[in-house]
């Protein structure tokens, strides 16, 4: 008995390490999958339902976001299933540090949308538009906090960064972050939200890997969600739409720009408001870069090594060009 198992095949590693990573990819592509199929199947709905194109804001949200969240995250979730978790120490997060990290994310977002809207113009000839910047202006407030204020931070933290994290942290800590941050922008499916999408990843990817507690990078995201599709839109209706535009004459401009109750003072302190904190987030990244923690975990990959098993397997190069793939289409359909 001793001899056979003196002879039984050692496994090695970096394959089962491999099959692991491809396993996520694979359950990330049936998440994409059903998100797109019922979305479709959803909307054909809402067609039969609503034949003059009158519906609330709301009915267009949970035909689009309710399959994501009900069906095809928890579907992923269940594909991933053989991969397991790795359980860790749970570590609370600082006031001090928690704010440090979410002031940080406004030059991460300004940057990466710059990128983002730049490259979308060259790509598209600027015939594309940023279809959720449209939604949310279409939506009602309140609608539109929950379904990107609420329900968006808690699933997508659960699953981009619990679940994917917890699965490949054993592999390394920055090849894990780094996986959760690119498999999360591309999910966007949209050109536009990328960049800032995977600098954002990256942020709560290192939050949730010193922690192992989701629910700080999930109230980041709300946060983030809170700015930039409640807040922001709703400082910019308390101006005339013309003089965002330009469309105003210079006459016009000074009389509104003379008038109290334009709304311009509420602008101008907003625009003041995040002009600071984008210098001081700045001022955060630079001062603050030296103390990231990183630490070996018990089956870490060799450097060079990470990346190419976290990315060059089956699973996930199927799932990047399938969100490629998804991500063209709906840009060309704008």
């Known amino acids: ?35 797109v199929g019922l979305n479709i199947v959803c909307g054909g709905i809402v067609v039969s339902l609503f034949p003059s194109g009158d519906y609330p804001a709301w009915v267009s949200l949970l035909a689009s976001s309710g399959p994501l969240y009900a069906v095809a995250m928890p579907l992923a979730v269940l594909a991933m299933g053989n991969v397991p978790a790795l359980e860790t120490k749970r570590f609370n997060l600082g006031a001090k540090r928690f704010f440090t990290l979410l002031v940080i994310c406004l030059p991460v977002i300004y940057l990466g949308n710059i990128i983002g809207t730049v490259l979308s113009d060259l790509i598209f000839g600027g015939q594309s538009t940023n279809r959720v910047a449209e939604v949310i202006l279409d939506s009602d407030p309140v609608s539109v906090f929950v379904f990107y204020v609420v329900l968006a931070p808690i699933c997508e933290e659960w699953l981009f960064r619990k679940q994917i994290i917890d699965r490949t942290r054993r592999y390394g800590e920055k090849t894990a972050i780094l996986l959760s941050a690119l498999t999360f922008a591309l999910f966007h499916l949209n050109l ?42 709703w400082v910019l209706s308390q101006v005339d739409s013309r003089l965002l535009t330009g469309e105003l004459s210079e006459a016009d401009m000074m009389r509104v720009a003379a008038d109290p109750s334009s709304g311009l003072l509420i602008v101008g302190l907003y625009g003041l408001a995040l002009f600071a904190l984008l210098i001081v987030g700045v001022a955060l990244m630079v001062t603050n870069r030296r103390k990231l923690e990183f630490y070996t975990t018990p089956e870490q990959l060799p450097d060079g090594l990470g990346a190419r098993t976290a990315f060059g397997n089956p699973g996930m190069v199927v799932y990047i060009l399938f969100a490629l793939v998804l991500t063209v289409w709906q840009m060309a359909l704008v």
């Open 192 to 233: 536009y939200q990328f960049f800032y999408a995977f600098g954002l990843g990256l942020v709560f990817g290192y939050v949730y890997m010193r922690t192992s507690r989701v629910r700080y990078s999930m109230i980041m995201h709300a946060v983030v969600n809170f700015n930039g599709s409640i807040l922001g839109p």
């Open 1 to 35: 008995m001793a001899l056979m198992s003196e002879y039984q095949p050692q496994i090695n590693p970096w394959f089962v390490a491999h099959k692991r990573f491809s396993t996520v990819g694979v359950a990330l592509c049936v998440m994409l999958a059903f998100w």
